[in-house]
C-alpha cells in the first residue's frame, strides 16, 4: 500500500484544528490510532503529537480513498487531505 507522498507537506497538526477550519482545505500526517467500519463510512482516528482528529472516509464521495482507508492498521502512518 505505500503510495509516494511526494512534496506533500502537513498544513495544521492534528491537536491545531478548529471550527474555523471547516471549509479549508487541509492536510494531515500522522498515526492511525483506530479504525472503525460502517458499510460506505469508514471513520479513522488520527494522531500526532499535537492531538488526535476523526477523519472520515465516505465511499459515495470518495471511493478511491474509501478502499484505501479500509486497509489500514493501527500504528500506520499516513497523510490525508480534504
Not at 492534528?14 to 477550519?21: I, N
Not at 477523519?55 to 492498521?73: G, I, L, Q
Amino acid at each position: 500500500m505505500l503510495d509516494n507522498l511526494g512534496n506533500t507537506e502537513r498544513t495544521h497538526s492534528c491537536g491545531a484544528l478548529r471550527a474555523e477550519d471547516v471549509g479549508s482545505s487541509v492536510t494531515l500526517m500522522g498515526w492511525v490510532a483506530r479504525r472503525r467500519d460502517f458499510g460506505p463510512l469508514t471513520f479513522v482516528d488520527l494522531r500526532d503529537r499535537d492531538g488526535i482528529t476523526q477523519v472520515v472516509f465516505n465511499e459515495e464521495t470518495a471511493r478511491d480513498a474509501h478502499a484505501k482507508a479500509k486497509d489500514v492498521r493501527g500504528e500506520y502512518v499516513i497523510s490525508v487531505t480534504g
